[in-house]
């Protein structure tokens, strides 16, 4: 609350963030608003989230990668909707002892990603943390009106599909705070670094929106663990699902790790922080569907079906027994 | 970092949030993302700010007030630029010890402001702050394609206008922080709360954005004091401008307390947090937007003119020489 300046915000602002700022409707972070000119006939889709040091990722982790995974963790809800990248605005709260060094990591971070998923910083406000650094953005997506994907339009019949493999990021947080873990799972070296830069750097699946947008009766990226997630995409369409977990794609890491220690099927599904895209396909849309996706360069993976019963979704394990899982979701709070 | 899970988010959400999900496009929260449908021929006009306890605020201010702020913080934003707002996203990060009646507090006095400013929350994130209480908001407003007024448009013989009164919010603050000024300046009790409610609840200038968007040739919102905010909007505008401080508007509490401390004049033009308009408005456009201030019940003063040099503006004291402030501005980091 001191009334003391520091005269630097601005500067701060034209030496990290400008050059970040590349859309004429930001124009050039100089004025107190950005614009943003939709196409006629676009649906703007917005997502908002946060991530704070101690809460969703270490205080000592690289700036850089702070900086990718807050504006990715909210690009993968855009891939999920069906939407395109637009634009985004940040909020960053920055602790009292931030270093310039850490300033040009967090902006070099977000440019790159930038570059990688083309999209650009339309505005935003530099503060001063309470204690640690705290990372808000904005993401503004685009669709033709009235195409969005939601959680609520699973039908009966639909086949559950998810992109790339799961609980790689919660057995990379796992090992994270026991790295004894990596030796008990019998993990190679770079099995180990797969799983730690899943946690650090979720991977928005930006190139699936189109199939997602022209195939999904129902679509939601997964940030809490497919079981908490799958939950509410059931619970709000008024439908079940049944989930064989056998079929649940894991990367090698991930298998060894489950092969070592069978009860990890838990954190699989329910560790969250996966960002991978969950999505109900009807029948007649799944060759469409799975062509696409190939053509996107995604894997996608069907897990399960859904069920006309307005009950919550069953994990059932190899030998067709209901798994009770010991945490239903990793709910970030 | 605890993969602790609170089971409650949803709840939390569910309870103190949704109620404020007025607009279909917010699906109630109960998606990842929201949607808007701007009518075509829209600009949209983007602003993100953030406020944080110990920093732009008291840890112990009423969580109502702290939830109005924030927002009004952003709408002062779009009123400068003659917009009209269309919706916000919220991203909170509460502190470990939150406790459900400030929360309830938060949320109702949002509720209030929605209602006096006629827009509605459309998606949000909560997660745990590291420490105090962060708020960051997203506000979208709407303007007919290409008519956004901007910071650097302003044009020598272009009449400087503020709305309201300034310096109360600054004031406001000295006072809280040293309450022993209300004597020094011999304020009355009326006096001092107004100074303190200017500080803790500022008044976007909505009304009064329509005749900005008609009139004037650049706009901005003070939020880091006239000296710094005019400094920005001629260095931009490659203009200077001269300010007669005897016409800058004061609130009765704001007279009293300079005729006891004629220095407190410094703090009237660089305190910030006023979050008034400040506009330059062409000589040809000056009955026209004074008209329409008073049709939208919003002061408007005139305090100074624009000048051809591209040199930063000067303020002069009531016998013509250039005061030298003791500060050029309030930046909040």
């Known amino acids: 609350m001191s009334p003391a300046t520091r005269p630097h915000e601005d500067e701060l602002v034209a030496r990290y963030f400008r050059p970040l700022a590349t859309d004429p409707g930001a124009f050039r972070l100089g004025d107190d608003c950005a614009t943003l000119s939709p196409p006629d006939g676009t649906d703007l889709v917005l997502k908002t989230d946060a991530v704070a040091a101690g809460i969703h990722f270490f205080a000592d982790d690289p700036w850089d990668l702070v900086a990718k995974k807050a504006l990715r963790v909210n690009l993968s809800d855009l891939a999920a909707k069906g939407a395109r990248p637009l634009g985004y605005l940040l909020s960053i709260a920055l602790p009292a002892d931030w270093r310039e060094d850490q300033l040009a990591a967090f902006s070099r971070g977000l440019a790159e990603d930038q570059a990688a998923f083309d999209v650009s910083l339309l505005g935003g406000d530099t503060i001063r943390s309470p204690d640690g650094l705290v990372v808000s953005i904005t993401v503004l997506g685009g669709l033709p009106r009235d195409t969005i994907v939601r959680r609520g339009g699973a039908r009966p019949g639909d086949v559950l599909y998810v992109s790339g493999t799961l609980g790689d990021s919660a057995l990379g947080l796992a090992l994270r705070l026991d790295p004894t873990k990596a030796d008990a799972w019998s993990l190679s070296s770079d099995e ?83 960002y991978e895209i969950l999505a109900a396909i009807p029948p007649s849309a799944v060759a469409g569907f799975e062509a696409e996706a190939r053509a996107a360069g995604v894997a996608v993976t069907p897990v399960g079906t859904v069920g006309a019963a307005d009950t919550p979704p069953s994990f059932l394990a190899p030998d067709g027994t209901a798994l009770v899982l010991g945490t239903s979701g990793f709910a970030h709070f």
Chains 1, 2 share one sequence.
């Open 192 to 274: 180990r670094d797969h799983l730690a830069r899943r946690y650090l750097l979720p991977e928005p699946r930006l190139p699936l929106a189109e199939a997602v947008r022209r195939h999904a009766s129902a679509s939601m990226d997964i940030s809490d663990g497919l079981g908490l997630d799958l939950t509410r995409m059931t619970r709000v369409s008024k439908v079940t699902a049944t989930v064989e977990t056998a079929r649940l794609p894991l990367s090698t890491a991930a298998r060894r790790a489950l092969g070592a220690d069978a009860e990890l099927i838990g954190r699989i599904v329910g560790g969250g922080d996966d």
